[in-house]
């Protein structure tokens, strides 16, 4: 096997192999193309929940995660170019199955009192699947010494968190005029 200079058996250059648990590193780019595709699918999906919740606080939560989804897109760049890497996605067929899952909630409850509620609980699958994606990520960048990257992906994986809170905020609050009725 003729190898160019500064790589390695397995295609690692001599710097990766330099870094901090190296071996992270093909892990991180993947799931780093997992989620930029993720995002970009999801923008779809939030303009079609927004458009399809009846609650105005619930609307408002889902135009403003579409933003922060958008901006997560751009972080997302950022992080490919600390890496040396091109911005390109890979499939995230986790997040078409959530997506899809949506619909078939849309189509079920279309005509329900619960179908807010339903759009949360698959807005809620959403976040949890980006809250472990996310949180990986940052780990694995922290591992690998990638600070400012860890430092992005630490502050997306802050958002997703405080959108998943928001959403069992407007849960509880619907639950509550409920109760009162």
């Not at 990257?149 to 998943?164: F, G």
Request: charge should be negative.
């Amino acid at each position: 096997m003729i190898m160019s200079k500064g790589t390695s058996k397995n295609g690692q250059s001599q710097k990766q192999n330099e870094m901090p648990n190296a071996h992270l590193h093909e892990l991180f780019i993947d799931e780093l193309k997992d989620m930029y595709n993720a995002e970009r699918q999801l923008t779809k999906g939030l303009k079609k929940l927004h458009g399809q919740a009846k609650n105005e606080q619930l609307k408002d939560a889902f135009k403003a995660h579409l933003k922060e989804t958008e901006n997560h897109i751009e972080s997302l760049k950022k992080v490919f170019d600390l890496m040396g890497v091109a911005a390109r996605g890979k499939k995230c067929k986790a997040m078409e199955g959530l997506l899809n899952e949506a619909d078939e909630i849309l189509e079920e409850f279309e005509d329900s009192e619960a179908l807010d509620a339903a759009l949360i609980t698959a807005a809620q699958k959403v976040e949890h699947y980006e809250i472990a994606s996310y949180g990986c990520m940052a780990t694995f960048a922290s591992l690998m010494e990638h600070t400012e990257a860890a430092e992005i992906l630490n502050q997306i994986l802050e958002e997703e968190k405080a959108t998943d809170a928001k959403l069992t905020d407007i849960a509880m609050s619907w639950a509550n005029v409920a109760e009162t009725k």
